[in-house]
């Protein structure tokens, strides 16, 4: 077992090696432009980019045409959420998200509320972090134009019901966009099944490179329209502009290829080594807590507060395991996770959580030390705790009238 | 983030990390923070003949305030309470080497450290009317 090991799988994926293989060629040999429609060099970098697509789509069971190549997820969601508030602003200006989605919906639809171009309802979750579809039924006016509800959140791995979500948009025929930067490749994603119009995914969440992504975008039932965010060469069916990175997309494609097909195996393995990982520190360590869904969430997610002791601070005594944390002094802001917050944890216990992300490389080994070395600096801590020895005295925290500062 | 020699020194090898008994004779106790904002550090003085002989700390928060109460734990031993109560942030900040976002950590250091003090003073004070 080498060190340091890597169990932050949620904030990127080391690439497959059969991926990398994939891509070479195309860096020097093959380094067409794709648009080039009149030589041998564009016409084998087209091939190549429309056999990737074939092999996205397939993952999510859309067609290839479908498909729409960008930079990354963060790309994607700007580019569904303006590029259909600009397409769609005579129907209306209201959009449906949820509080607890990624930064790159939120900020984005944050943005266009600011500058008064759209008017948006952020819907509450539950103790888990799951959306109820009945909510969105609700907020629903006659100027919805856009519902943006993520698959998997990317802090504690719960899954929303998309599928009933879809249901009701397609009843109300409004447009209903998924970040499933998360999700795709990791658990079975089927755009027709679960009546998505456009959807942002990425490759390096995947075992693919970073800087390539994808915005799904629906031809029919009903053919969705976008208005570009770039202005260019026109590639990509007008939506969006720019040279297309062919060696990524090579890399993207196989990346999806990868998962399609290892899918059931790896869901399998990480399950277990997740399960074994919680199991052990739950057992070991009292006043320990689940963030999330305990059964519908992400296979390779956990998400544990430890009472008591600060998060920065654990993964300070655990440096030689990447992880990451909701503390705040993780963050720029100097406030714990809202995903958290927004799931009604107490901001103490958010201050201590840990996030695991295991992956298709991770081993048993890793696991085993893992739990190991997270016994034993949350023992470690929580003797250097003013918390833990005033709640083992019979303090009740609550009822301490704190110094804030 | 990157952390200083000394403050993983610190977190890895805490200086005087435990309690004394709050009512214990010369003991002054400081608590600040909070555990909404993520830090709380008690500071614990034990003095003889106004000078500091014995200085303890627990500390709920991150590395560098694990590392900013446990230097201020060895700093305090062998002071006088006057000599104690110049110690200034900046001081902590210089020595450990804390980033502008770490620096409410030594903020809250030289406040236990004053909290304490202020504590033992007033304990202090109580014996002597007491003894009056």
Same mark, same amino acid.
């Given at each position: 077992m080498k060190l340091p090991i890597f169990l932050d799988n949620h904030s990127t994926t080391p690439m497959d090696p059969r991926v990398l293989e994939t891509m070479?060629?195309? #860096?020097? &040999? %093959? #380094?067409?432009? =794709? =648009?080039?429609?009149?030589h041998a060099f564009g016409w084998a970098a087209e091939e190549a980019v429309e056999q990737a697509r074939k092999q996205i789509a397939k993952l999510i069971k859309a067609d290839p045409k479908e498909i729409v190549f960008t930079s990354g997820a963060t790309e994607s969601d700007n580019l569904a959420i303006k590029g259909v508030l600009e397409m769609y602003k005579e129907k209306g200006d209201h959009i449906i998200t949820s509080s607890t989605e990624h930064r790159a919906v939120l900020d984005t639809v944050k943005s266009l509320e600011g500058k008064g171009k759209a008017v948006v309802t952020y819907l509450p979750v539950d103790k888990f972090g799951m959306v109820n579809p009945e909510d969105v039924r609700k907020a629903?006016? &006659? %100027?919805?134009i856009l519902i943006s509800v993520m698959l998997a959140n990317n802090e504690i791995g719960t899954i929303n019901p998309v599928k009933e979500i879809g249901k009701i948009a397609k009843e109300k025929g409004i447009l209903f966009h998924c970040d499933a930067t998360q999700g795709v490749g990791k658990i079975p994603v089927d755009v027709q099944d679960m009546g998505i119009d456009l959807m942002s995914f990425t490759s390096h969440k995947m075992y693919g490179p970073k800087g390539v992504g994808a915005l799904y975008v629906r031809k029919k039932n009903p053919r969705v329209r976008i208005a570009a965010q770039m202005d260019g060469g026109g590639h990509e069916r007008g939506m969006r502009s720019g040279t297309l990175p062919v060696p990524l997309i090579v890399g993207f494609g196989k990346a999806c290829e990868l998962c399609e097909q290892e899918m059931a195996k790896d869901t399998a393995r990480l399950i277990a080594m997740r399960d074994r990982l919680e199991a052990s520190i739950m057992k070991a360590l009292e006043e320990s807590y689940l963030n999330g869904h305990p059964t519908n969430r992400l296979p390779g997610n956990l998400n544990i507060s430890f009472a008591y002791v600060e998060g920065e601070s654990l993964l300070m005594g655990m440096k030689d395991i990447a992880l990451s944390s909701g503390s705040a002094c993780t963050s720029a802001t100097l406030e714990p996770s809202y995903v958290l917050r927004a799931l009604g944890v107490g901001t103490e216990l958010a201050h201590s959580s840990i996030r695991f992300g295991l992956g298709r490389f991770n081993t048993d080994d890793e696991i085993d030390y893992t739990i190991k070395k997270v016994i034993e600096i949350v023992t470690k801590l929580r003797e250097m705790s003013p918390l833990y020895e005033m709640a083992k005295e019979g303090v009740d925290l609550k009822s301490v009238q704190w110094a804030a500062h | 983030m990157a952390y200083s020699d000394k403050v993983v020194d610190h977190f890895n090898n805490p200086r005087n990390m435990g309690s004394f008994k709050k009512d214990e004779e010369g003991v002054g106790t400081g608590m600040v923070g909070a555990p909404e904002c993520g830090d709380v550090m008690k500071l614990q003085i034990k003095v003889e003949n106004d000078t500091i002989v014995d200085a303890k700390f627990k500390t709920f928060g991150c590395g560098s305030a694990i590392a900013s109460s446990s230097l201020a734990t060895e700093w305090l031993k062998g002071k006088t309470i006057d000599e104690a109560q110049k110690i200034k942030n900046t001081d902590i900040v210089q020595e450990l080497n804390l980033p502008p976002v770490k620096i409410h950590c030594s903020v809250l250091a030289e406040d236990a450290i004053k909290a304490a003090l202020a504590d033992y003073q007033k304990k202090a004070d109580g014996a002597l009317i007491d003894a009056k």
């Open positions: 070479l060629p195309y #860096f020097v &040999e %093959k #380094f067409g432009n =794709a =648009a080039s429609r009149n629903i006016t &006659e %100027k919805t | -």
